[in-house]
């Protein structure tokens, strides 16, 4: 890796002391590789039965796995059917703190690309509502992107600033993670690009956008809630300091204490030059830093906040591992899906803000080389309602709940309770499901992602993880398919028509089968190359 910067290593060196020699020596060992199993679509002991890497378990997040370093999970079929995401292991335990229950309502504050955003939703089981927000338009994409893959369908992707997003939302959320801009310290023995920028005046340039950033976030929190702030830097400017910072400013907001368990150390109120243990700031040391000398990871910190109210306290910041599994239901269920066709609490609603337009939509990535905030303008959409519920019922097997949203030519299915998006920019504002075009509907690749099985679609395909086919499909190329190997669950269906691809039955996209061709819908974008 880059030689660490002189000023660093002596400021490290003063505060750590004894602790410094382990640290440094931290530098010469490899980084950890990992990744982390979509609770969305499968469970951990399935993906173990389907894992073409060795595993072993990651000790503070239930669905994370350490894999060899020689290992490229981003170039298997497993991935494009978003059944893992390869997250850093530290980078796993914000969200297990947030300690995200089926039905809240969250907020992942500063999302982009999307790592915590997909564990958030895989938390939520697709009930209550999941807002990934980040500020940087090119960012944005790759957080969409994500979202797509993972088969998320009840979130809405944002494109604000805390600053405006504030206002719009006050007390809205049960849950917020702010992970928050930061000098990157801790990421040096991963990223040495975070070497390279890193300078001296960094720590305290990205404290003040944090306090600014936090501030916003507590606005947005109901009584009762909670949020996870997290960084991936040592400074204490940007963590124990800010967190004692906001404490004093917001008294109706508390410190839960993260149990020291998994090789986690507590924050040090010592480095802000609190040595009163009564005092406020002195509730930093119930924050907890990940130190790599300590555990098989890169440096993080983590404050769990609650704000005064009447939601009932859990008794520690970490929920218990007993409790893992009663906590969320079986990653077989989808909520609001049933058997049948056409659901009856889909309901539709135009998406405009208070002057009539239709809400902006931020550049959210290709699709068949266009994007959703480039079609249908100066001429009359179609009513996409009447098309995607006709679609729903020809070529699925569920029936999906929801409110029907068009934009344009493009249509989403927003979840119940979602917010007015007056006046934000909503990269996405709810499942991207499809697209209109003069009189007829197009599934988007979205669709097919936020499937759960191949039995959920009227005609399917499902290859093995070893299929050469599946990739061949993932690269984008005109697959040969005979009749025979098509799947339909209805006899009267033609083998003409819409196919979910699969594989090891998870979808992987659709295919247009006729006269023993599958013409391939992967979108261009997405292709492996």
Request: glycine content about 10%.
């Amino acid at each position: 890796m880059a030689k660490l910067p002189a000023p660093f290593v002596q400021h490290m060196e003063s505060l750590l002391q004894d602790e410094f020699s382990p640290f440094l020596r931290s530098y010469e060992h490899p980084r950890q590789q990992a990744i982390r199993v979509n609770g969305l679509k499968l469970s951990a002991s399935r993906f173990r039965e389907l894992s073409p890497f060795p595993l072993s378990p990651v000790a503070w997040a239930p669905q994370g796995f350490y894999i060899p370093e020689a290992e490229r999970p981003g170039k298997h079929p497993l991935y494009h059917a978003g059944l893992y995401y390869v997250q850093e292991p530290s980078a796993m335990a914000p969200v297990e703190l947030l300690d995200v229950r089926p039905g809240d309502k969250v907020l992942d504050l500063c999302a982009a690309p999307g790592g915590k955003s997909t564990q958030i939703a895989s938390a939520l089981q697709g009930q209550g509502l999941l807002v990934a927000n980040d500020n940087q338009p090119d960012r944005v994409k790759a957080l969409v992107k994500n979202i797509e893959l993972y088969g998320v369908t009840n979130a809405i992707v944002l494109n604000e600033t805390p600053e405006r997003l504030a206002p719009a939302l006050p007390q809205f959320f049960d849950k917020i993670l702010v992970d928050a801009p930061c000098s990157g310290e801790g990421m040096f023995r991963k990223d040495e690009s975070m070497v390279k920028s890193w300078d001296e005046q960094a720590p305290l340039r990205y404290a003040a956008m944090q306090r600014d950033i936090l501030a916003r976030a507590a606005d947005m929190l109901k009584p009762g809630g909670r949020i996870v702030y997290s960084t991936c830097t040592f400074s204490p400017e940007e963590n124990e300091r800010t967190i004692a910072a906001f404490l004093q400013d917001r008294p109706d907001f508390r410190v839960v204490s993260v149990p020291l368990r998994h090789g986690f150390a507590s924050g040090r109120p010592d480095w802000i030059g609190c040595a009163d243990p009564d005092s406020v700031c002195a509730a930093v040391a119930g924050t907890v830093r990940l130190w790599p000398h300590r555990l098989q990871g890169e440096g993080h910190y983590v404050a769990v906040l609650e704000r005064a109210g009447s939601a009932q306290e859990p008794e520690n910041g970490m929920p218990d591992e007993a409790d893992e599994s009663a906590k969320r239901p079986d990653s077989s269920a989808w909520t609001g899906v049933g058997p049948g066709g056409q659901s009856g609490a889909m309901r539709s609603r135009k998406g405009s803000d208070k002057s009539g337009r239709p809400e902006r939509l931020a550049a959210s990535g290709k699709r068949d080389g266009k994007r959703p905030d480039e079609g249908g303008r100066g001429q009359q959409a179609a009513d996409g309602e009447t098309l995607f519920r006709t679609f729903v019922r020809d070529h699925l097997n569920v029936a999906l709940s929801g409110v029907v949203r068009q934009q344009r030519d493009y249509v989403y299915l927003t979840a119940e309770g979602a917010p007015a998006l007056d006046g934000l920019k909503a990269a996405r504002p709810g499942w991207f499901v499809g697209t209109v075009h003069k009189d007829r509907f197009e599934p988007s690749h979205a669709l097919a992602m936020g499937l759960k099985r191949h039995a959920d679609a009227v005609r399917s395909i499902s290859f093995g993880r070893d299929d050469a086919e599946a990739v061949r499909y993932v690269k984008g190329e005109t697959l040969q398919l005979a009749e025979e190997k098509l799947n339909r669950s209805r006899e009267e269906a033609a083998a003409k028509g819409y196919c979910l691809v699969c594989l090891e039955g998870y979808p992987l996209g659709w295919g247009k089968w006729q006269d023993g061709m599958l013409k391939n819908e992967y979108p261009p974008g997405w292709r492996w190359s």
